[in-house]
């Protein structure tokens, strides 16, 4: 198939621009909480630490959404060249998530900073709080994967890579789950999220069956 | 019940570098937090009011610290789920409610019961400023100069009966005039429910205004209650019906998640939240999380009300 518009290469400077753009609201949230918390600064409204962790949260999500749209927009526009940044998407949404969790650590429920929270809570959090289990596992999985996206482990790993980066798929639906549980009563905003995810796993359990039917139906090279 | 005893970090001036947009007014700090036991003590501090309070209302049951709420979060940052059910929705959305002309239904077991006009129901009664702890639910909080009436000012007058346990009160149900109404986020419309002890209590405020003007629509205009010792989902907001009832009323949050929200709903730093620790909160304007107060610090004026309660049970 031949690319669409012609765009066989990637256009200059777009691996840049990527990087770039990636960064942009995790410079901007944050900055805001800081300015807010410290400088005086109104960027986040009443409740920037709140405001900072939920939206440092949506973005992991949308950024591993981005990932996860990278195979199918490949196989709908022809542009192979997209599919290294599968990696450079995926890096950035650990980082997302990194600062969400160090968001709720340190600013939200304040380990460390305030004496009136200990370990205990914060296990407690973690272990009796299912929505907070979630999201940790989330992290927890995203890890390895963080690890093993170098070319070196690539190679490394051969075919088992493959299979430990499918991984992906369970963390986007935790992600998801968490999402859902943490909001008080008005579901509407994860509900968005989950049908894009829907959107993006349905793809590609309709891409499999397509494939294998496909195969089956056009007799094997002698 | 014991009092809170305050740790020296909170009334050390210390983390004040770390607070955002602070009050010029500095917080009366020597003999703070000593209320009179028993009753119902006016102004919490013994060196008195600080001059900015005193411009605002009667402090009740403050804390050292406890300096009011920026106005600009108290009127833009709220829970009002029938404009909207982000935090920021209603300042958003509420702007065109009209609450003039407003009626407010007493009915149920009263000998007086009426249909007034809002200014014909709130006329007998005196208006008060007074300054109290808001605790949401959710775990933040706020200090806000409310101004009102007392409830039981409002209920002496319908003569409760005999058989009245419990107090009722609804908000007004008009998808129209409250687009939140259009989506199911809760049972419209909004209810809410007070035994008739917690009603009559002094510290129970039907509020009319706020920072010393009238409620704006995101705050509950024209007539919201006030509960300090609860949390905030209690001060039910836009009320067009107060009744008076022998069974407990179903209230909207506890309809909602029964598992998660009770009728009392009274602030309690040792009963958590199945999905968050109530042991602490975030101050609005501050950095710091601060400990959460038993009856969210007026202990001594209602703790005596639930005598013999499992909290935990009646959450």
């Known amino acids: 198939m031949a690319p669409l518009g012609g765009v066989a290469r990637e256009p200059r400077g777009f691996s840049a621009l990527l990087i770039v753009l990636a960064a942009v609201p995790a410079v901007y949230y944050v900055g805001a909480m800081i300015g807010d918390l410290f400088f005086e600064t109104r960027f986040l409204g009443t409740r920037p630490i709140e405001a900072g962790e939920h939206n440092l949260g949506k973005w992991t999500l949308r950024i591993l959404f981005a990932s996860l749209a990278i195979t199918p927009l490949r196989r709908i526009t022809g542009w192979n060249w997209l599919a290294k940044h599968r990696r450079t998407l995926g890096l950035y949404a650990f980082g997302y998530l990194a600062l969400h969790l160090l968001t709720w650590t340190l600013l939200d429920v304040q380990l460390f900073i305030s004496e009136y929270v200990s370990w205990a809570d914060v296990q407690k959090d973690l272990l009796e709080r299912p929505y907070i289990t979630i999201g940790m596992l989330a992290f927890l999985l995203m890890i390895p994967l963080a690890v093993t996206s170098t070319k070196a482990m690539i190679a490394r790993l051969g075919k088992r890579w493959r299979v430990l980066h499918r991984l992906v798929y369970v963390i986007a639906i935790l992600g998801v789950a968490h999402f859902f549980m943490a909001v008080k009563k008005d579901i509407r905003e994860p509900l968005i999220y989950a049908a894009v995810l829907a959107l993006l796993l349905g793809w590609r359990v309709w891409e499999a069956r397509r494939s294998r039917l496909q195969s089956a139906s056009t007799p094997a090279p002698a | ?315």
């Open chain 2, 1 to 315: 019940m014991t009092r809170h005893d305050l740790p020296s970090s909170e009334i050390t001036p210390e983390s004040a570098y770390l607070d955002r947009r602070r009050f010029i007014a500095a917080a009366g700090l020597a003999g703070a937090g000593l209320l009179a036991a028993g009753s119902l003590a006016r102004g919490a501090f013994a060196s008195g009011p600080t001059p900015q309070q005193k411009s605002l209302g009667t402090p009740y049951g403050l804390q050292p610290g406890d300096d009011p709420t920026a106005e600009e979060d108290v009127t833009s940052y709220n829970n009002f789920y029938e404009f909207g059910t982000g935090k920021g929705d209603p300042v958003e959305n509420a702007q065109g409610f009209v609450t003039k002309p407003w009626t407010v239904k007493v009915e149920g077991l009263v000998k007086k019961p009426g249909n007034y006009q809002l200014e014909d129901f709130l006329k007998p009664s005196k208006v008060e400023d007074r300054i109290y702890r808001m605790r949401c639910v959710e775990a933040w909080s706020m200090v806000i100069p409310w101004r009102g009436i007392m409830l039981a000012d409002v209920l002496k007058r319908a003569e409760p009966t005999a058989g009245a346990k419990f107090v009722e009160f609804t908000t007004l149900m008009d998808p129209k005039r409250m687009p939140g109404q259009r989506y199911p986020a809760l049972d419209w419309p909004y209810n809410e429910g007070l035994r008739l002890d917690e009603a009559m209590h002094p510290l129970t405020l039907l509020a009319t205004g706020v920072y010393g003007k009238e409620l704006p629509p995101q705050n509950g205009a024209p007539l919201r209650l006030v509960v300090p010792w609860k949390y905030g989902f209690k001060g039910i907001k836009s009320i067009v019906r107060i009744r008076l009832t022998e069974k407990m009323p179903s209230t909207s949050w506890s309809i909602a998640n029964p598992g998660e929200y009770g009728f009392y709903a009274n602030v309690n730093p040792q009963v958590d939240h199945p999905r968050w620790s109530q042991a602490t909160e975030q101050r609005i304007g501050r950095f710091r999380r601060i400990p959460t107060l038993m009856f969210n610090g007026y202990a001594d004026q209602v703790g005596s009300l639930y005598s013999g309660m499992d909290l935990r049970r009646n959450y």
